[in-house]
């Protein structure tokens, strides 16, 4: 009896390893990975789950390093191609690696992908969540790294760097460590080159916040980190960023950083109904993470993905910090498995949100094209102002197309 339950454990670790080693994404090895190592891994969930997940190059990095974005929905290659996409299904946003000393997080992403797919396919489970539900009706986007070459510059060093422009670049950043650089090769901190406006309803105009009220950290030549740049949208890594938000119609964001153990979630310059939603969300998060949410903003900095993404779509996005404040940088592997634990689910449960929600009533068309929809009649006129069409008020999923009488 004792030889068959030694043999029956014996039997278990060896299929509990095998299956572990055909995982793409090992969470326990995640510290040791370079930017090369998740793009591989990208292309290789592709590969391995065709019906359901998507990558597309978006671009590349100053130093010429692919940015990319990985779709997971049921049929994604042939409803990705559709005139209708943007209405077809609900569209969420998760972005990571903004940061270059934040290394967990394109990690985390990566084996949130696998886990979703393996779910859908029953080979994990989670228990909390109908996969095939929610990819019946929903599209969840991932950037999983949108600064490869600083990510790349923590890890390695400037050895990783591979062109010289690049190269004479960062001999012109102040930096001393490389564990705490935050920003791309050429010293500005992309979470502060982002456009940032607001609609003034006294005025009745937009009012251009870039850099206005830079708030306590900040530089003012090219750094480690805080320094805004020389112009909104300066860097490639952010443009590409911006025209993928801009592509469609996103119900929520979800933004991983890594410093604290905190939700981000108020916007200073926009109405209550707007940050309600986004408490609501961010009261979710807190749940599952035992996060704490931060107090309301006071509006004193600028830059930030989440000004761009609230003033073009009016959708909340939480800033998730997913470590410890007090941790090393690089995150230390020790940090990996807590962390992917909290977090694995949040994509899943701002789509649970964001379907509770549903579609506001102002629909906002551009040449007959569907292109989102506002809570409130005012922002719907606001973006009306200044990309033209038609408000259409409407319940339930929008119509592609609106036929001019």
């Known amino acids: 009896m004792k030889l068959k339950l030694i043999a029956i454990i014996f039997l278990c670790t060896i299929l509990s390893s095998q299956a572990k080693a055909q995982d793409i994404v090992d969470i326990d090895r995640g510290a040791s990975y370079l930017s090369s190592d998740i793009h591989s891994q990208a292309v290789a969930l592709s590969k391995k789950y065709p019906d359901i997940l998507e990558m597309e190059s978006l671009g590349k990095s100053f130093d010429g390093k692919q940015i990319y974005a990985i779709r997971i929905s049921k049929d994604i290659s042939q409803i990705s191609r559709s005139a209708k ?3 077809s299904k609900q569209h969420y946003l998760v972005e990571s690696g903004t940061h270059a000393r934040e290394t967990f997080n394109p990690v985390l992403v990566m084996k949130e992908i696998e886990l979703y797919c393996k779910d859908y396919y029953n080979e994990a489970t989670i228990p909390e969540f109908n996969m ?4 019946n009706t929903s599209v969840i986007h991932f950037l999983p790294l949108t600064n490869p070459d600083g ?5 390695k060093g ?3 760097i591979r062109t010289p422009r690049a190269r ?6 102040t930096y001393i460590d490389k564990n705490y650089y935050k920003a791309g090769l050429r010293g500005v901190d992309f979470n502060r080159n982002y456009p940032s406006r607001y609609f003034d309803f006294d005025e009745n105009k937009w009012i251009d916040l870039w850099k206005k009220y830079p708030g306590d950290l900040f530089r003012e030549e090219p750094s480690w980190a805080y320094f805004h740049g020389t112009k909104p949208a300066s860097e490639p890594e952010v443009k590409i960023v911006m025209n993928y938000v801009d592509r469609y119609d996103f119900r929520n964001f979800v933004s ?6 905190i939700l981000y979630w108020h916007q200073y310059y926009f109405s209550s109904k707007y940050n309600e939603r986004a408490k609501s969300l961010a009261k979710v998060f807190e749940k599952i993470t035992g996060y704490e949410m931060m107090n309301r903003g006071n509006g004193i900095g600028s830059g930030y993905l989440s000004d761009y993404t609230t003033h073009r779509t009016l959708k909340p996005i939480v800033v998730v910090e997913t470590i410890a404040e007090n941790a090393d940088r690089p995150t230390p592997q020790s940090y990996y498995r807590a962390a992917y634990d909290k977090n694995k689910l949040l994509p899943l449960y701002a789509i649970m949100e964001g379907q509770r929600v549903g579609y506001h009533k102002y629909r906002l068309y551009v040449d007959n094209i569907y292109k989102r929809d506002f809570e409130e009649y005012r922002y719907a006129k606001a973006h009306q102002m200044e990309s033209g069409g038609q408000i259409i008020e409407g319940e339930g999923i929008p119509d592609f197309r609106i036929e001019t009488p």
């Open 256 to 261: 991983y950083h890594s410093q604290g153990q």
């Open 132 to 135: 095939h539900e929610i990819l």
């Open 151 to 155: 990510f790349d510059l923590v890890k």
């Open 168 to 173: 004479e670049s960062i001999s012109r950043v």
């Open 85 to 87: 996409f943007n209405v």
């Open 158 to 160: 400037e050895d990783s």
